[in-house]
């Protein structure tokens, strides 16, 4: 059974951090690749970021506040958010990228080629 699990989440000040983890279980991690995404109230789901097998991408709203690592010894993710705002309070989740597309960093912002999410993290920022 393959599962996701966001933790990490919470309320921090405007310019504060935080470091979101996605453990994923019952995937082969080393050939497992993730995306973040998020969703604020009354919005649509937004990317936010991947680790493909090519590198790294993030949205031009996170680019050089937000970074992506992974643990594979520890079937961990990360999302380290730096530099926060308010327009960064969200529901944050990880998915898995299909594997079929692990090279083409374009398709990571699209939703459809994502097969597990987990149940998602809340991050409030404000003062």
């Known amino acids: 059974q393959f599962e996701l699990a966001e933790s990490g989440g919470g309320l921090v000040q405007p310019g504060g951090s935080l470091r979101l983890s996605c453990v994923a279980s019952?995937?082969?991690?080393?050939?497992?690749?993730i995306g973040w995404f998020r969703q604020a109230p009354g919005k649509e789901r937004e990317w936010v970021a991947c680790?493909?097998?090519?590198?790294?991408s993030y949205s031009d709203s996170v680019k050089g506040r937000f970074t992506i690592s992974r643990d594979i010894d520890q079937n961990t993710e990360y999302l380290q958010m730096d530099n926060l705002k308010a327009e960064d309070t969200a529901l944050y989740y990880c998915?898995?990228?299909?594997?079929?597309?692990?090279?083409?960093?374009?398709?990571?912002?699209?939703?459809?080629?994502?097969?597990?999410w987990g149940q998602g993290t809340q991050v409030t920022v404000s003062s």
């Open positions: 998915a898995s990228y299909d594997p079929l597309a692990s090279y083409v960093t374009e398709w990571c912002p699209l939703p459809h080629y994502y097969h597990y």
């Open positions: 019952g995937f082969t991690f080393s050939s497992t690749f």
């Open positions: 680790n493909t097998r090519v590198g790294e």
